[in-house]
DNA sequence: CTTGAAAAGAACTGCCT
DNA sequence: AGGCAGTTCTTTTCAAG
């Protein structure tokens, strides 16, 4: 586990919620010098902190406009089973995200969707074909806010 | 809506994957000029499809190690109590994320803890304690696996 | 850690096809 | 819309305190 003290806090904060934010500029918020802040973004990417930095798009914008979370239970679970769903789950290019889950559900499934009865086509041809698929209980998404998190 | 072919799409996909790759080097792998690359990733951003950057954390490195998704129930559902609900629970540090959904819940709860001792605290003295929280399901994360999405 | 500077590289602009 | 050439800005590295 990597150890962070208050600037370094500071550092991810800020880049969380925009990674655009120049060195110099974040080095003043924090009354730091530019290389001094360039250097710890940079420690904090080779300590694996940092992932990487990725696009936030506007999914509505382009033409998505459905989101779904799926719980979805399967009928059989072995361990053969949870590698045959896993892969042709991952071949569904409306599933954004696999979430292996303990709970009520085995897995949980992030699904967009151009519309309605876009994603009942997937729901109906791709999600419920999946082998071992037991239940599945949906919520479509109405509105979504992101918070900073614990390191805020 | 926005109306893209597909070299957009094509520039899209690969920002998702990694905001951090420059246009020179998008633009050789797509056949396109430096310039070119950059006033089309412009315009994608003035139009509003690409929201930002946004750094990606290794959660686990930083200390927390539990993942949890909260299904939660309102026991009374005017739109007083969804007001009520959401400004409580945007002061839970713990909370990355609230969306409020259609579906056997009314909202959804993305929670991130140092373990499942701390989720414990968080479970009961934060999220129990909700203004008219009703019944409440929740799914420990295992593993979650990360897909390009609709339009790789 | 700081300041200051220099070098490398990427982002941005204007003009042309 | 795309390409080329040039300018501006950041990032990156270095020296010295």
New interface residues.
């Given amino acids: 586990?990597?150890e962070?003290d208050e600037t370094d806090r500071a550092i991810?904060r800020a880049?969380?919620?925009?990674?655009?934010v120049k060195s110099s500029t974040l080095g003043r918020r924090l009354g730091l010098s530019q290389p001094a802040t360039w250097r710890r973004i940079k420690r904090l990417e080779e300590?694996?902190?940092?992932?990487?930095?990725?696009?936030?798009?506007?999914l509505e914008?382009?033409?998505?406009g459905v989101m779904v979370?799926l719980?979805v239970k399967l009928a059989t679970k072995g361990r053969v089973s949870l590698e045959d769903f896993?892969r042709a789950v991952?071949a569904i290019?409306?599933?954004?995200?696999?979430?292996?889950?303990?709970?009520?559900?085995d897995y949980?499934l992030r699904v967009?969707?151009r519309d309605l009865t876009d994603f009942e086509r997937v729901l109906r041809r791709r999600i419920m074909t999946l082998p071992g698929v037991g239940n599945v209980?949906?919520?479509?998404?109405?509105?979504?806010?992101?918070?900073?998190?614990?390191?805020?």
Avoid: C, W
């Fill in positions: 586990m990597i962070l991810l880049l969380v919620a925009d990674a655009t300590a694996g902190a940092i992932r990487g930095r990725r696009l936030d798009l506007d914008k382009l033409g998505f979370f719980g896993e991952t290019p409306e599933v954004q995200t696999v979430q292996h889950v303990l709970g009520l559900y949980r967009v969707a209980e949906a919520n479509v998404v109405l509105s979504e806010e992101r918070r900073p998190g614990p390191l805020g």
